[in-house]
């Protein structure tokens, strides 16, 4: 059983940082490529970030692209999303993601992950 809890989430003005982190269960998070998405009120959930399982490559929306990183350690077996310059529209729940699968083409959908945590809220005020 993989178990996925993300933090660091809360309500930041436009223009400020905020470092989501996702902290993963089982003895195996070196062998998954790991995802960040989000979901705002009354939208689908939407691919953020992705990287690799061991660190060296990394995807990013066109929208989070220049403004947010990706990275992970995988002897603390942790995945971190850094948010800069966030801007309003940024506001959701953000959930990380684990997937066995390797790095697939379809990692910026969903349904490609097998494991999500339970999502934290990111509020940007303008």
């Known amino acids: 059983q993989v178990q996925l809890v993300e933090s660091g989430g809360g309500l930041v003005q436009a223009g400020n940082s905020l470092r989501l982190s996702c902290a993963a269960s089982g003895r195996t998070f070196s062998s998954w490529s790991m995802g960040w998405f989000r979901q705002a009120p009354g939208k689908e959930r939407e691919f953020v970030a992705a990287i690799t399982r061991s660190g060296g490559s990394t995807d990013y929306a066109d929208s989070v692209k220049g403004r947010f990183t990706i990275s992970r350690d995988n002897a603390k077996n942790t995945v971190y999303l850094q948010m800069n310059s966030l801007k309003p529209q940024d506001t959701a729940v953000y959930y990380c993601?684990?997937?066995?699968?390797?790095?697939?083409?379809?990692?910026?959908?969903?349904?490609?992950?097998?494991?999500w945590g339970q999502g934290t809220q990111v509020t940007v005020s303008s």
């Open positions: 993601a684990a997937d066995r699968g390797g790095w697939r083409d379809t990692r910026v959908q969903p349904t490609a992950y097998e494991y």
